[in-house]
């Protein structure tokens, strides 16, 4: 027996969690889920616990158990968790969710070596069994010195008996968020999205090479350090489209920082000249504008792929505190083709990101000059299979089967790609497969968390199938990482048109400027049509017709995958204001 003298007593706050229905999981699919756990302890909870200051004293199969000096900062530690938890799950099918329940108490307790006894922790861990997954519990000792210091709401559950505790215990649910609330994504804040994760934003690069046409080089080098960062778990990574607004533009660090969200900047050049490139970076607090790292890398051409590597590598620790092995494995590029292939690879990009009906067909040249010098770059096949089936965008010759084998092709040659993924999704629920849909679309976040490509995309088959709660937390979700494009508000624009909010939808719209894409004026002249605005939908009919001139009712059936029913609906208003039909 342990000697009295030789045992520690203090008060503190204790955090108790541990994983729902992790049983099931472990019978479903063991390695995956014993995977999946240590990289959310890797990736998220251990480094969510060092930052509000907390210790983890126990650690048995999914449990934790883990001491705060500060009740604030175990309650504030467990709602930012669960949120980021929840982020991360919202993408998988219900039965690959890992869910965590936890309870928060306060009081006194024996400290032993490594680890805590006493009824202070035997109360957390009964709370913790009263929440619901993704929930949080407290006792009365931790609501007393948490509220009004705390974000959320308070339920009072009452006294409660728990198992083997003396004496009742009041307890309150800790809510973030309504039930089941779903709000327009421009509702929803930067603070509050930075708050979710580690935040950042990776400006353009300069060019500093001197030619213009070196530019694609740069914005290259800027868009493969995004795609490279966005793959780590604890990041939140704001994609391209959003990034590139602010290319050429000389905004002060806090007016970007506000404006996208995130609490983190990156920026600087590139200078390409002959065999020799050299890269300057730097990260930058939003909040303060304070420099926090900078480095020049003055290398030879070839090594341009170790230089993107050791700046991710470097804003990783920087920004997210902790990395380990394999995560810093995950990290890094798959595949490093010869510099030419690279370069072509780049160009062909710059044109595809114009999103120009006029620029597709030389940017698929420039991809196939990429895979005639090396024919498993996976990536060029990838930027081959958006061009076509962006072009069919345009025009009525979609090829949805050689777009899936493209992008099959390029998955099996590069499987760190999760926008072929995400786009194959949406390819393979377009020809009637959903299964195979699901398949690509968890894929898609399993390989990149912060994946714009299975974002988008991921909400239109949640709209195809009349999913619209679904759609449009990836519609929010999309408005966080890409808060100044125009895809994500596109979506929640066509949710609120088929919902009936038809003024939502205009509104919606209304957030992006007009431009050449059929399906804003198209979903437009619908809403119109529905709020009887006839002269308005007809010019609106009018500008989609423009743009794609072969819509007509029998245009809409053939290339929407809509559910019937909805098909209907969208086909009788847009009637009202002029489809053809046929």
């Keep these: 027996m342990v000697a009295e003298a030789t045992l520690t007593r203090r008060l503190a706050a204790i955090l108790a969690a541990d994983v729902a229905g992790y049983s099931r999981l472990m019978a479903d699919d063991e390695a995956g889920t014993l995977t999946a756990f240590r990289r959310l302890r890797t990736e998220i909870i251990d480094p969510g616990i060092a930052a509000h200051h907390g210790r983890v004293v126990g650690s048995a199969g999914d449990s934790l158990l883990v001491e705060f000096a500060s009740a604030v900062d175990a309650v504030r530690c467990a709602t930012e968790l669960?949120?980021?938890?929840?982020?991360?799950?919202?993408?998988?099918?219900s039965e690959r969710r890992m869910s965590f329940r936890m309870?928060?108490?306060?009081?006194?307790?024996?400290?032993?070596?490594?680890?805590?006894?006493?009824?202070?922790?035997?109360?957390a861990a009964r709370l913790e069994k009263l929440a619901e997954p993704g929930g949080l519990v407290i006792a009365r000792s931790v609501y007393d010195q948490v509220k009004g210091k705390t974000s959320g709401r308070f339920e009072d559950m009452g006294e409660l008996s728990l198992h083997n505790i003396a004496e009742p215990v009041r307890a309150y649910g800790v809510v973030s968020e309504p039930r089941g609330a779903v709000?327009?994504?421009?509702?929803?804040?930067?603070?509050?999205?930075?708050?979710?994760?580690?935040?950042?934003?990776?400006?353009p690069f300069a060019n500093m090479s001197g030619d213009a046409e070196q530019e694609y080089f740069s914005d290259g080098i800027t868009e493969d350090l995004i795609t490279a960062l966005a793959r780590h778990h604890g990041l939140f990574v704001i994609a391209r489209n959003s990034s590139f607004v602010f290319k050429g533009k000389s905004a002060p660090i806090q007016e970007v920082g506000q404006k996208l969200?995130?609490?983190?900047?990156?920026?600087?050049?590139?200078?390409?000249?002959?065999?020799?490139?050299?890269?300057?970076?730097?990260?930058?607090?939003?909040?303060?504008?304070?420099?926090?790292?900078?480095?020049?890398?003055?290398?030879d051409l070839e090594d341009v792929f170790a230089v993107q590597d050791e700046i991710v590598e470097t804003l990783v620790w920087r920004v997210a505190g902790h990395v380990g092995k394999a995560e810093l494995a995950a990290l890094r590029r798959k595949q490093t083709?010869?510099?030419?292939?690279?370069?072509?690879?780049?160009?062909?990009?710059?044109?595809?990101?114009?999103?120009?009906?006029?620029?597709?067909?030389?940017?698929?040249?420039?991809?196939?000059?990429?895979?005639?010098?090396?024919?498993?770059?996976?990536?060029?096949?990838?930027?081959?299979?958006?061009?076509?089936?962006?072009?069919?965008?345009?025009?009525?010759?979609?090829?949805?089967?050689?777009?899936?084998?493209?992008?099959?092709?390029?998955?099996?040659?590069?499987?760190?790609?999760?926008?072929?993924?995400?786009?194959?999704?949406?390819?393979?629920?377009?020809?009637?497969?959903?299964?195979?849909?699901?398949?690509?679309?968890?894929?898609?976040?399993?390989?990149?968390?912060?994946?714009?490509?299975?974002?988008?995309?991921?909400?239109?088959?949640?709209?195809?199938?009349?999913?619209?709660?679904?759609?449009?937390?990836?519609?929010?979700?999309?408005?966080?990482?890409?808060?100044?494009?125009?895809?994500?508000i596109e979506l929640a624009g066509t949710v609120h048109f088929l919902t009936g909010r038809h003024e939502d939808a205009l509104r919606a719209f209304a957030r992006v400027p007009l431009y050449d894409y059929y399906w804003q004026h198209y979903i437009r002249a619908a809403a119109l049509a529905e709020l009887g605005r006839l002269d308005e939908g007809r010019k609106a009919m009018a500008e989609a017709i423009r743009l794609r001139p072969q819509l007509s009712v029998g245009d809409h059936m053939a290339f929407h995958p809509f559910r019937a029913d909805l098909v209907e609906r969208m086909v009788n208003a847009l009637r009202k204001v002029g489809l053809p039909e046929a």
């Design 82 to 93: 669960q949120s980021a938890l929840a982020e991360i799950n919202v993408p998988l099918p």
């Design 337 to 488: 083709p010869p510099i030419d292939a690279y370069e072509f690879y780049l160009a062909g990009m710059e044109l595809f990101n114009r999103l120009g009906h006029e620029d597709l067909k030389p940017a698929i040249a420039l991809f196939e000059r990429a895979l005639a010098i090396d024919p498993g770059f996976g990536r060029a096949y990838t930027g081959i299979g958006y061009c076509i089936n962006m072009i069919g965008q345009y025009t009525a010759r979609e090829e949805p089967k050689r777009v899936y084998d493209l992008l099959r092709k390029a998955v099996s040659l590069d499987d760190s790609d999760d926008e072929a993924c995400g786009l194959l999704a949406y390819i393979c629920e377009s020809l009637g497969s959903a299964s195979e849909a699901d398949v690509w679309l968890e894929r898609a976040f399993a390989i990149n968390p912060n994946s714009a490509a299975g974002t988008t995309f991921g909400g239109w088959v949640w709209v195809w199938r009349g999913e619209f709660d679904k759609a449009m937390i990836f519609a929010e979700r999309g408005s966080r990482l890409n808060p100044l494009a125009k895809w994500d």
């Design 103 to 123: 309870g928060v108490n306060v009081g006194d307790v024996i400290f032993e070596a490594d680890t805590i006894h006493g009824d202070g922790v035997n109360v």
């Design 183 to 203: 709000r327009d994504p421009g509702t929803l804040s930067g603070e509050e999205a930075a708050r979710r994760r580690q935040s950042i934003a990776v400006l």
């Design 261 to 299: 969200g995130v609490r983190y900047v990156v920026e600087g050049s590139v200078r390409k000249s002959g065999k020799r490139i050299r890269v300057t970076a730097q990260l930058i607090d939003a909040e303060t504008g304070a420099h926090l790292w900078a480095e020049k890398y003055d290398r």
